[in-house]
């Protein structure tokens, strides 16, 4: 049988199926002065296979795509126009967990955007508060020192 089963596997035809890119939005930073860079960057993008919507937003510097496309493409795309480009690095101000951080305020952020930064100090962990009340003179049950 094995024979046969290398024959059959050999003449079926089976072609194998393209995973589909997923729906995605693409955001840019990438600096536009004049509606010269603006239609050229807008034009650049929006001839790309796969590109549904591209949204330009001048006064933030900002453009999006929506489509089936790959942010990496779309970026090497916008950056052929000569434009110094990078991925959107701000987030709305309500959807970060701690906005007061130092790192998260940027000067050149649109209002009401911030970076994701991280918290400078870790949240103590239950061993920390521990070790904490081991001394404690409320706790009648912690080791006393005399």
């Not at 493409?73 to 950056?79: D, G, I, M, T």
């Not at 952020?109 to 239950?126: D, E, L, R, S, T």
């Amino acid at each position: 049988m094995g024979a046969l089963d290398f024959l059959s596997d050999y003449f079926t035809i089976s072609t194998p199926r393209k995973k589909r890119k997923a729906m995605q939005t693409v955001e840019i930073k990438v600096k536009m002065d004049c509606d010269g860079c603006e239609r050229r960057v807008k034009n650049a993008v929006s001839n790309m296979k796969g590109a549904k919507s591209v949204e330009v937003n001048r006064k933030q510097s900002r453009v999006t795509v929506t489509g089936y496309v790959e942010p990496n493409k779309v970026l090497k795309k916008v950056k052929s126009t000569g434009k110094r480009a990078e991925f959107w690095p701000y987030v709305p101000y309500n959807l970060v967990a701690y906005p007061y951080v130092a790192q998260a305020y940027d000067k050149k952020a649109p209002a009401g955007y911030v970076k994701n930064a991280v918290q400078a100090h870790p949240i103590p962990n239950a061993t920390d508060e521990k070790l904490t009340t081991l001394f404690s003179d409320e706790n009648p049950n912690a080791c006393s020192i005399m």
